[in-house]
């Protein structure tokens, strides 16, 4: 799909929206769905299969569609540029997941809004790895995944560690909380952007989310923690 296509796809033959989101857009789109590819091969690896991943279904192309909008009416102005000047050299250079974080630690020591824009970058080439190899496990029948905290995993993670979903639901809602005691006091993440079907949580975060097949399936339910997740904001009373 070109970038007209896609312009004209989100934004309709009027062109009722900017030309600088449609401009946003149209730069954001091609590099969120290449990282989608590594993440779909990278979901295939993770189930022992060589088999290609697909990604022509037009329901796929419609989601990608769908998230980069939304993404993309978050942010204008000066960011704008900045987060298109990072995805434009991530795109030209093959950056990888782990490249972009090292450009968030790099930018952190410079310029606020640069920094800001590695960090989101960093955030959405994570998010859509992450729903590549999501889209994988399901397209090869995989019931349920299970949340895997990563290396210097915050403590809500670390809650979230060992949950197991179905396939087609989420580890959090917008609008719950991820509840956890910290030496006696209640802290609480609240989802606000998006429901959490697959990490990241937050921007920094480097957690996955592993396939669990059925024959597994009973056995990583029954190791799964106490569920952190309190629906629609509602945090415990601390436990006395």
């Given at each position: ?37 590594q993440g779909g091969a990278q979901g295939m690896e993770r189930l022992g ?44 250079e093959g950056w990888s997941a782990a490249e972009l974080r090292k450009a ?54 670390i809650a979230l560690d060992g949950k197991v979903i179905s396939i087609d ?72």
């Amino acid at each position: 799909m070109t970038d007209p296509d896609i312009e004209q796809l989100i934004f309709g033959p009027a062109g009722d929206w900017s030309e600088e989101l449609a401009g946003l857009v149209a730069t954001i789109r091609p590099q969120l769905e290449d990282w989608y590819i590594q993440g779909g091969a990278q979901g295939m690896e993770r189930l022992g299969l060589v088999a290609s991943f697909q990604v022509s279904n037009p329901e796929i192309a419609a989601q990608l569609d769908s998230y980069t909008f939304k993404f993309a009416t978050q942010i204008g102005g000066t960011f704008a540029d900045d987060l298109r000047a990072v995805l434009k050299t991530a795109a030209d250079e093959g950056w990888s997941a782990a490249e972009l974080r090292k450009a968030v630690l790099a930018a952190g020591k410079g310029d606020v809004g640069l920094y800001r824009a590695a960090m989101i970058a960093r955030r959405e080439s994570v998010h859509a790895v992450e729903a590549g190899a999501h889209e994988a496990f399901k397209q090869q029948g995989v019931p349920a995944t299970v949340w895997r905290s990563g290396p210097s995993a915050c403590e809500f993670c670390i809650a979230l560690d060992g949950k197991v979903i179905s396939i087609d639901d989420s580890y959090a809602r917008v609008g719950d909380t991820v509840n956890v005691d910290v030496d006696g006091k209640q802290r609480a993440f609240r989802v606000g952007y998006e429901d959490v079907s697959h990490p990241p949580l937050h921007p920094f975060c480097r957690c996955s989310a592993d396939p669990v097949e059925l024959e597994d399936l009973a056995e990583a339910r029954a190791a799964a923690p106490a569920d952190p997740v309190q629906p629609g904001g509602v945090t415990p009373e601390p436990d006395h």
